[in-house]
């Protein structure tokens, strides 16, 4: 009887209320609650099991960890030193810095030395009178670039002085111990003297199917690299100024669902029950207050069974956001894009589009290709929405108009149409989702 009547309220939403509003029962009212909650926890797995993002090594709250002087080593004539006056300056969007995206308070510089409080900087290599220099860093990680785990390494570089081309360029990276190694040959990122004294961003393959390097010594292994070395030769000797600004490995995606799959399930669970619980309060209380404002006599109780069956709308339009995000094409977010990704007021994973301009030109073209792959489940949440509660202030003006026949029709609609504004506003402000 009771599932019946939740179906009425779609089809025969006046014989339905009718019933209802005569014999309200608090189990109906908690079987539409279930089965929104579960249609929508079941919408947002669907639509992070088809969201990657980016890891990192080290970690993205640590990524200026392999520029801090003090973790690598070199020749005694080599001065290792931080520089706070030249640093690689790269501010992106954090969304959960809690801020607008047109607010600066909400960027942040991502190579910071988070280890000194000096502020952000670059591994400054300096040397006099030399034509080689070696620098290399090991003891602080051990990462997997294996098939599947991380396929790049990102470096940032400024050759200041000599102000000449390189002889050659070298990155080792070691695995287990120094008699096993790859080798990558650098000259050709480095020895372009158009490029000498900026910034310049390398990206370089690594991993099992990565062209260009030489493998060394016994059998090294790509799934366990624990250090690295960087070879500097110049044709004469030179007094010497190299800077890195960034140094970490990058190319492993995962879901949130598979890092983060019960702080997930908790988090909707959360959102979702006060989601519907404020509108399901809410919205019955400015009803009711509008019956008391207008001096009519009423119970709570036959309102707000009613006005949970009337949210049957909300049910069908989480069904409708589950299926269109079955139909959600896999989308890959780079480090500095997952980081400013949030949820719009409809449920839906987005990137401000004002943040996108900090960039690089790498990930603005990764957002362009994200966004035009999502614009279908966007629209459709947003279009669904409207529907929602257009639908949902038909079935408040029908329940206005069974509790009390003598209002006219334009009464009944204002106080629908009211009420539902009230609410969209408040849930805004209180849970973030509508």
Not at 37 to 61: A, H, R, W
Not at 204 to 210: D, K, M, T
Not at 309 to 318: D, E, N, Y
Request: one cysteine or more; charged letters at 10%; aromatic letters at 14%.
């Amino acid at each position: 009887m009771i599932l019946e009547d939740i179906a009425q309220v779609i089809y025969a939403p006046q014989t339905a209320f009718k019933k209802i509003i005569e014999n309200p029962k608090y189990v109906g009212a908690l079987i539409v609650l279930v089965l929104f909650i579960g249609l929508q926890v079941g919408y947002e797995y669907v639509q992070f099991s088809n969201t990657y993002t980016e890891n990192t090594s080290p970690t993205i709250d640590k990524l200026s960890l392999y520029t801090n002087a003090t973790l690598w080593r070199a020749g005694t004539s080599v001065d290792l030193s931080n520089n706070y006056v030249d640093f690689y300056n790269y501010s992106v969007y954090i969304a959960a810095l809690g801020t607008t995206s047109t607010d600066q308070n909400g960027y942040y510089n991502l190579f910071t030395n988070y280890t000194n409080d000096a502020g952000p900087s670059s591994l400054q290599i300096q040397d006099s009178n030399t034509n080689s220099i070696s620098v290399a860093l090991g003891g602080t990680f051990n990462v997997s670039c294996a098939a599947g785990n991380f396929g790049n390494l990102s470096m940032t570089i400024k050759m200041v002085q000599p102000q000449v081309a390189l002889q050659s360029a070298a990155l080792t990276l070691y695995s287990a111990n120094d008699s096993n190694y790859y080798t990558y040959d650098l000259t050709s990122y480095l020895s372009n003297t158009a490029t000498l004294g900026l910034w310049n961003n390398l990206t370089i393959p690594v991993g099992p199917s990565a062209q260009g390097w030489t493998v060394g010594g016994g059998a090294p292994s790509w799934s366990n690299i624990a250090a690295m070395k960087l070879d500097f030769n110049y044709p004469s000797a030179s007094n010497v100024i190299i800077r890195i600004g960034s140094l970490f490995f990058r190319g492993e995606y995962q879901t949130p669902i598979q890092y983060n799959n019960t702080g997930l399930l908790l988090q909707f669970l959360q959102v979702f029950s006060l989601q519907f619980i404020f509108t399901w309060f809410i919205l019955t209380g400015v009803i009711y207050l509008f019956f008391k404002g207008l001096k009519t006599s009423i119970t709570w109780k036959p309102l707000f069974i009613a006005l949970a069956f009337a949210l049957i709308v909300m049910v069908i339009r989480a069904a409708v956001n589950l299926v269109a995000a079955f139909a959600m094409p896999v989308a890959y977010y780079p480090f500095d894009l997952s980081l400013g990704v949030r949820f719009d007021a409809y449920g839906t994973v987005y990137f401000p589009s004002d943040a996108v301009g900090v960039l690089s030109a790498q990930s603005q073209a990764a957002f362009n290709s994200i966004d035009a792959m999502t614009s279908t489940l966007r629209f459709i949440t947003s279009a669904i929405f409207v529907v929602s509660y257009v639908w949902l202030g038909a079935l408040c003006t029908i329940i206005v108009g069974t509790l009390k026949p003598e209002f006219a029709m334009i009464k009944r609609i204002a106080i629908s149409a009211v009420s539902i504004a009230i609410t969209v506003l408040l849930l805004i402000l209180l849970v973030g989702v509508v």
